[in-house]
């Protein structure tokens, strides 16, 4: 059965940092696509970034660049997301995301594109 499991999540002031981890068991991930996502009250969930496992590519949503880091750890099967210099607007409930057919790099944005999703981890940013 596969889990992905978020932690990492907290409160911080306005131009803090945080690293998220997502740890998967029964999972193992090679040319696949891995994102995280984030729900803020009221809103749409939206893609933050996401690497492709297969080489290491990695894409941001331009509201992001410059600020967070997708990373992977293939020995322990886990994908971190440091989020630095972050903004009010930032939080949000923060969940991690893979697909198990491989990755369809055009739609990687989309919720639609990952059959795996962790049960999320809170990021709160004060002003």
């Known amino acids: 059965r596969v889990q992905l499991v978020e932690s990492g999540g907290g409160s911080v002031q306005a131009g803090g940092s945080l690293r998220l981890s997502c740890a998967a068991s029964?999972?193992?991930?090679?040319?696949?696509?891995m994102g995280w996502f984030r729900q803020a009250p009221g809103k749409e969930r939206e893609g933050v970034a996401v690497?492709?496992?297969?080489?290491?590519?990695?894409y941001y949503a331009d509201s992001v660049k410059g600020r967070f880091t997708i990373s992977q750890d293939n020995a322990k099967n886990t994908v971190y997301l440091q989020m630095n210099s972050l903004k009010p607007e930032d939080t949000a409930m923060y969940y991690c995301?893979?697909?198990?057919?491989?990755?369809?790099?055009?739609?990687?944005?989309?919720?639609?594109?990952?059959?795996?999703w962790g049960q999320g981890t809170q990021v709160t940013v004060s002003s």
């Open positions: 690497i492709y496992t297969g080489g290491g590519s990695t």
């Open positions: 995301a893979a697909d198990s057919w491989g990755c369809n790099l055009p739609t990687r944005w989309l919720s639609s594109e990952y059959n795996y």
């Open positions: 029964g999972y193992t991930y090679s040319s696949n696509c």
